[in-house]
């Protein structure tokens, strides 16, 4: 199983955004869990995928909107942080990506946890995959697009000092959940 890296940058603008932001937008909710706060994405009307630590119990989906949706754990993989979600009449989904960005191409970074809840990203990488971009404590279980508005990956941890995250490549994650 491939980890991803995501190395949280403060100094992003320099980086332009892909044009197509509205799936990112439209697709990733928030996750409240009373205690914390997470991000989800959408990958159809009654499912989501988040990170596993933000899965552990029934909470809330807020999205874009506002609107409320109940959440609860669906199937959690045993070695990845990462976990499917079940809820009710999401009006957006997520497209997931066929394969991985090349290295050097333009990424979202969408979650809850930053003011911007879409930030540009670059595709970097070497022995992991790495993604240079904000990434902020809140965006656990947000999604990673390409350039066409695809998910790719979803970010799974943030650490501050040094600034690094974690994502799960979404392609694999279908595998981490067993028969």
Same mark, same amino acid.
């Given at each position: 199983m491939k980890w991803l890296c =995501?190395?949280?940058?403060?100094? &992003?603008?320099?980086?332009?955004p892909p044009p197509n932001v509205a799936p990112a937008y439209d697709s990733v909710y928030a996750l $409240?869990?009373? $205690?914390?706060? &997470?991000?989800?994405?959408? =990958? @159809?009307?009654?499912?989501?995928v988040t990170a596993a630590h933000c899965a552990d119990k029934p909470g809330l989906l807020v @999205? %874009? $909107?506002g609107s409320l949706y109940p959440a609860e754990q669906r199937a959690s993989s045993p070695v990845a942080d990462i976990a499917l979600g079940r809820s009710e009449a999401l009006p957006s989904k997520a497209r997931v990506a066929q394969e991985l960005p090349? =290295?050097?191409?333009?990424?979202?970074?969408? @979650?809850k946890g930053?003011?911007? %809840?879409?930030? %540009?990203g670059l595709w970097v990488g070497g022995q992991s995959w790495v993604v240079s971009g904000q990434v902020c404590p809140g965006d656990? @279980?947000?999604?990673?697009?390409?350039?066409?508005?695809? =998910?790719?990956a979803i970010i799974s941890m943030y650490q501050p000092d040094p600034p690094l995250g974690f994502v799960v490549p979404v392609g694999e994650a279908a595998s981490l959940f067993g028969p």
């Open positions: =995501l190395l949280a940058l403060t100094a &992003c603008s320099q980086v332009a $409240d869990l009373g $205690d914390r706060h &997470c991000s989800a994405v959408a =990958l @159809g009307p009654d499912t989501f @999205g %874009p $909107d090349r =290295l050097g191409e333009p990424v979202l970074i969408s @979650g930053c003011l911007l %809840p879409v930030r %540009p656990s @279980g947000g999604g990673i697009f390409n350039k066409s508005g695809e =998910l790719v």
